[in-house]
Nanobody, 123 residues
Framework: QVQLVESGGGLVQAGGSLRLSCVVS????????MGWFRQAPGKEREFVGS???????AYADSVKGRFTISRDNAKNMVYLQMNMLKAEDTAVYYC?????????????????WGQGTQVTVSS
């Protein structure tokens, strides 16, 4: 069974940076398209970005140019580098994985989810 565990969340001032990490176990990372979702209080869980098996990335418009997803298959790690953080980026961030090859922003098409890590951006 594939398990995802996120780390790296915390409190940061607006304009600052954080890097989230996700360690994957129970499966071969190179077999999965990976991604990140987030959920702010009182809001729906939303797509942040995704990286395919070849390293090609896609992002939500709200984070494009500020967030970067990367993966290290040898270490079974996925990262979300977040720069120029804004108060509206405050949310619980989830690492996700899917065996689907094509890009999807639909949360229901991601098979595996981490437990989430809290990111709080103070303005």
């Amino acid at each position: 069974q594939v398990q995802l565990v996120e780390s790296g969340g915390g409190l940061v001032q607006a304009g600052g940076s954080l890097r989230l990490s996700c360690v994957v176990s129970g499966g071969t990372l190179s077999s999965y398209r990976m991604g990140w979702f987030r959920q702010a209080p009182g809001k729906e869980r939303e797509f942040v970005g995704s990286i395919n098996r070849g390293g090609i990335t896609a992002y939500a418009d709200s984070v494009k140019g500020r967030f970067t997803i990367s993966r290290d298959n040898a270490k079974n790690m996925v990262y979300l580098q977040m720069n120029m953080l804004k108060a509206e980026d405050t949310a619980v961030y989830y690492c996700v994985a899917t065996t689907k090859l094509l890009l999807t922003t639909n949360r229901n098409e991601y098979d595996y989810w981490g437990q989430g890590t809290q990111v709080t951006v103070s303005s």
